[in-house]
């Protein structure tokens, strides 16, 4: 491992102070401890990965250059279907690639086909894709992406990238990109969100990481426009890295027309947080869960201590339309419906939503717990939880190298489960599919990472 890397790696995605198989499953009372840490829950669990496609270096189709250190696969973000060919594409991050200058970053669009391999693939960094942009070292463009749909109405997709490591109004004070894609995943036009740019009026500090996470939240204010989550895992408020949520309502072309700050000093989240929670490390959009008519939002906490050390959690986020909290429901060992985690596990630093995995009428979502030791240590692991209407968990299953039915090889140091991206049905087989990121993955070279394609099954 790179250790200079890798430990930037744990404070961005992470977030942490030093940078940081059977078809059908039921937990009871009498289930062993090994189950319970799989698969659990109130309902009986009826999903697994079927298949599997790794796409790295050596694997899936994929032609792009990678170097040792470049974690391919550190973000992903299902995209839509750019060039209309039937199959939604990916956006996957390379913050550590050093095109223009060191640890600049870049954005991979790959051009999937149905098979979970890539036809093609476009880079877009400093130097490459037509970002007109500016970039400086350490700016780790690519840590963090979300597909933010049709935003400037040009019937061509868009994307969010987060540049944690931007030093517009101090060091590390973060920021993101908002690129206007063409169909041949190349940029047209770029605007930038950070302190006292692109109509974000300020507000952060040095070192709050804004831009670690982002999220396609939909249209919460009504304004028909969608609006988006910024995590800023290292602000201060309320206690050291306790973590900010930042939601931002945006106009058409990019910039932000006003803003809402979620934390322990704003946007009634009323406490629940403590020093180095990170609480914004992750974040996803997951749609109007409690059927109020404004969508709701996933947040990860990953140095949640509930149960022990570093264990980590999720908090549902029910939001008005003000992008305020109107109530919360946590996820975390023993908690919310969920269990099964072990101390330094940092489940919550990837959370995305993954369409109706159990085909209950419900979103589900998917939860990574990239330092979990199954296996092998920090291999990693996903949890698939399938969510009720209040936020809580009916039932969860483990995806990791020995649960879920996943047969992909997995090292130590793999991190696994670092980001994740639900993809659709993308074999058509009734059940939704997931991307998931190892960016600890050697394939080629010691760190160049790797992204999973899951095909996900419903056995009876």
């Not at 993809?423 to 997931?434: E, K, S």
């Amino acid at each position: 491992m790179h250790f200079t890397k890798h430990f930037v790696y744990l404070l961005i995605f992470v977030s942490m102070m030093f940078l940081t198989g059977s078809s059908t499953f039921r937990c009871t009372s009498g289930d062993s401890s090994d189950d319970k840490k799989s698969s659990g829950g109130d309902t009986e669990i009826r999903v697994k990965v079927s298949e599997q496609q790794k796409i790295s270096a050596d694997s899936g189709g994929f032609n792009g250059n990678l170097d040792s250190g470049d974690q391919f696969g550190s973000a992903i973000a299902d995209l839509g279907d750019l060039e209309a060919d039937g199959v939604r594409d990916l956006a996957v991050g390379t913050p550590f690639k050093d095109d223009g200058g060191t640890d600049r970053g870049a954005v991979w669009v790959l051009f999937m086909d149905s098979d979970g391999k890539v036809d093609q693939q476009q880079k877009i960094s400093d130097s490459a894709g037509g970002f007109g942009g500016n970039l400086s070292d350490g700016d780790l463009f690519g840590s963090a992406l979300a597909g933010i749909g049709d935003l400037d109405g040009d019937n061509t997709f868009d994307l969010a990238v987060g540049v944690p490591g931007n030093d517009n109004g101090g060091t590390d004070r973060g920021g993101v990109w908002i690129l206007f894609l063409d169909t041949e995943g190349k940029v047209w036009q770029q605007q930038k969100i950070a302190d006292g740019t692109g109509g974000f009026g300020g507000g952060l500090d040095d070192d709050d990481r804004f831009g670690s996470a982002v999220a396609d939240i939909g249209d919460v204010n009504g304004d028909d426009i969608p609006d988006l989550a910024v995590g800023a895992p290292n602000d201060d408020d309320g206690s050291d890295n306790a973590g900010a949520v930042w939601i931002l309502f945006m106009k058409m072309n990019g910039t932000v027309e006003t803003k809402q700050k979620i934390s322990m000093d704003a946007g009634r989240l009323d406490g629940s947080l403590q020093a180095d929670d990170h609480f914004g490390a992750a974040l996803a959009g997951i749609g109007d869960l409690n059927n109020d008519g404004i969508p709701d939002l996933a947040v990860g906490i990953p140095g949640d201590d509930k149960g022990g050390t570093d264990r980590g959690g999720v908090l549902i986020l029910f939001l008005d339309a003000e992008g305020k909290v109107l109530q919360k429901q946590k996820i975390a060992d023993d908690t919310g419906g969920f269990g099964g985690l072990d101390d330094d596990d940092r489940f919550g630093s990837a959370v995305a939503a993954v369409g109706d995995m159990n085909d209950d009428g419900i979103s589900d979502i998917a939860v990574g717990a990239p330092n979990d030791d199954d296996e092998y240590t920090n291999a990693g692991a996903a949890w698939i939880l399938m969510m009720n209407t209040d936020g809580k968990v009916g039932a969860w299953q483990q995806v990791s190298g020995s649960a879920g039915g996943f047969k992909g090889n997995l090292h130590a140091d793999d991190y696994f489960g670092a980001a994740l991206a639900g993809i659709g049905d993308m074999d058509h087989n009734g059940v939704p599919d997931m991307a998931v990121g190892a960016p600890g993955d050697d394939d080629g070279g010691a760190d160049q990472g790797a992204v999973w394609i899951l095909f996900m099954e419903n056995p009876v």
